[in-house]
């Protein structure tokens, strides 16, 4: 990831869960998970090190997510 990079990762064939990545710094990276909750849209935005963020990435994609188009980081 090159600084303020970004990109999101769904199941396939799946709009939410989502996981929007943001590099922010050269070791920080804003992870913003969008879900539903019922009819709602919920979202949360969690500040990882380079290294939990790598880590959570690899599991997401070892589960069957795929990368797809980002949403709002807001």
């Known amino acids: 990831m090159t600084a303020s990079s970004s990109f999101a990762l769904a199941p396939t064939g799946q709009t939410f869960p ?28 969690d ?9 959570l990435i690899y599991t997401l994609t070892d589960q069957g997510f795929t990368y797809t188009e980002n949403l709002s980081q807001g």
């Open 47 to 55: 500040s990882l090190q380079q290294e939990t963020a790598a880590q």
């Open 18 to 45: 989502r996981f929007a990545f943001l590099r922010i710094t050269e070791d920080i990276v804003n992870v913003t998970h969008h879900w539903m909750d019922g009819n709602i849209l919920r979202k949360r935005t």
